[in-house]
């Protein structure tokens, strides 16, 4: 399976995935950006964020 990985040593806490993907990206308890634990990522959503990121910090993954 596919999974979006953010790379946070790049993240500018833009919050651009918070308001355009809010059930994939969340912030922790820690105040950090992180992925939701999901069966499976919508792949067009997250490929838009993918685009969008300005620090380009978010990946797919194979898991
Ligand atoms: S869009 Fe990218 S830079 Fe902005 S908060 Fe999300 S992961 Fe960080």
Known sequence: MKIPVIDLS???DCE???D???TV???N???YI???DLPEYPEEEIDEIIKN???QCVT???D
Do not use: I, S, T
Request: proline content about 8%; aromatic content about 8%; overall charge negative.
């Open 20 to 22: 355009l993907c809010p």
């Open 29 to 31: 308890d820690a105040g």
């Open 16 to 18: 651009a995935c918070l």
């Open 34 to 36: 992180e992925v939701v």
């Open 10 to 12: 790049e993240c500018e």
């Open 60 to 62: 797919w993954e194979e």
């Open 25 to 27: 990206f969340r912030r």
């Open 53 to 55: 990121c300005p620090a």
